[in-house]
């Protein structure tokens, strides 16, 4: 058995996203500091014996004397190749780290063709609010994780305690998340409310 098909448990899947969603975003590696923060671990050493787990199987490496030495390596196995481990994640509520351990439901392996961007996470989509995109009630729709968007784009947002998959219409100091379904109004963030993007529409699993 090559070390890419090793089993992941599941702390080290929400650890394994955490740092390809940060290299995406940032181009650098998190320290074992922000690893422990955004896992809800309480200190380096518990934080360092993942990463080295990691190591081991194969999925990362580990630069030493680097305070940001982490580098993925890049998967060559068949199967890897074509399909990729993905987080899904529960309710998301504000304050509350998105990989935490508590808001990962389970780690599912999805083909790498399904997705337009390179999707960070899993989320389970409740109602049909985006019926007419193609967004149904129990689709599993992936996330590319980012706090920017444009404009018409598709994004995965939350206000306050709710997360919701909408498209974003942003003109000025106008913004507005739109459903694309009769019946359902707009959602106008207000002032005194959290509101965040989390991350643009990647793609969708129906069916799991």
Do not use: C
Not at 58 to 65: C, Q, Y
Not at 100 to 107: D, F, H
Not at 162 to 184: H, V
């Amino acid at each position: 058995m090559s070390p890419m098909t090793l089993h992941l448990t599941s702390r080290q899947s929400n650890i394994l996203a955490f740092i390809r969603a940060r290299l995406q975003q940032t181009g650098e590696a998190p320290t074992l500091d922000e690893i422990g923060n955004a896992m809800g671990l309480p200190n380096v050493s518990a934080v360092l014996k993942h990463v080295r787990s990691l190591e081991a199987k194969g999925r990362l490496a580990i630069e030493p004397n680097r305070a940001r030495g982490i580098r993925l390596i890049q998967e060559s196995d068949p199967l890897a190749a074509d399909t990729m481990e993905l987080p899904l994640i529960g309710r998301i509520a504000a304050g509350e780290p998105i990989f935490s351990e508590s808001r990962v439901e389970r780690s599912m392996y999805v083909s790498r063709d399904l997705f337009r961007l390179r999707p960070d996470y899993l989320v389970r989509v409740i109602g049909d609010s985006m019926r007419d995109e193609g967004i149904l009630d129990g689709d599993l729709v992936a996330v590319h994780a980012t706090p920017v968007a444009r404009h018409g784009q598709v994004v995965a947002a939350r206000v306050d305690d709710r997360f919701t998959i909408k498209r974003l219409y942003w003109k000025g100091d106008l913004i507005r998340l739109l459903p694309n379904s009769q019946g359902y109004e707009p959602i106008d963030p207000d002032p005194t409310e959290d509101f965040a993007i989390e991350g643009l529409f990647a793609g969708l699993v129906r069916g799991a």
